[in-house]
């Protein structure tokens, strides 16, 4: 069986046989994959009324601690969201009713991100189907196959730069 990188590194190797094409064996199907990982999950974040960069901004509120409140900065370090995605993205979700923006308690010149209760409850909604949406995406894949996986992810990662502080 062969896939559509496979087809790419043979033709590779019929027009430059003096190039070694192999990291396309590696980085090309992470590519693939990522594209079509992408919109599957963006179909089930449409189906709630969300697109990637609001799931993650509600989901690193829900994950983060007890009150489901952040810094705007620690949301950003602490998300897989840019920094100039951060404040457009708290101004939808904040017109929406999910999130509310206040003057931090402990620093008058702070401002702190917290879910409101329709937030909590539509990010408890979505949660399930997210992670049902990626087993579905892993069941080729058996239970020690995803692991070493995940491993060797982590491993190319960390090599990158891409490291908790």
């Known amino acids: 069986m062969a896939d559509h990188v496979d087809l790419v590194l043979e033709q590779w ?4 046989p003096d190039l070694d094409a192999s990291p396309m064996a590696v980085l090309g199907r992470l590519k693939r994959l990522a594209l079509l990982v992408d919109g599957e999950l963006r179909r089930n974040f449409a189906a709630h009324d969300l697109d990637s960069a609001s799931f993650d901004v509600l989901a690193t509120l829900r994950r983060s601690n007890a009150e489901h409140s952040l810094t705007p900065a620690g949301l950003m370090r602490s998300s897989m969201v840019t920094s100039g995605a951060i404040t457009q993205r708290l101004d939808r979700l904040e017109s929406r009713g999910l999130v509310t923006r206040s003057r931090s308690e402990t620093d008058g010149r702070g401002v702190e991100v917290k879910l409101t209760p329709a937030g909590l409850e539509l990010i408890d909604a979505v949660l399930p189907t997210h992670v049902a ?21 982590r491993t190319l990662l960390e090599s990158l730069g891409d490291k908790t502080d």
């Open 13 to 16: 190797g019929e027009q430059r």
């Open 133 to 153: 949406t990626e087993n579905r995406l892993l069941e080729a894949l058996s239970g020690p196959e995803r692991e070493a996986l995940a491993d060797t992810l």
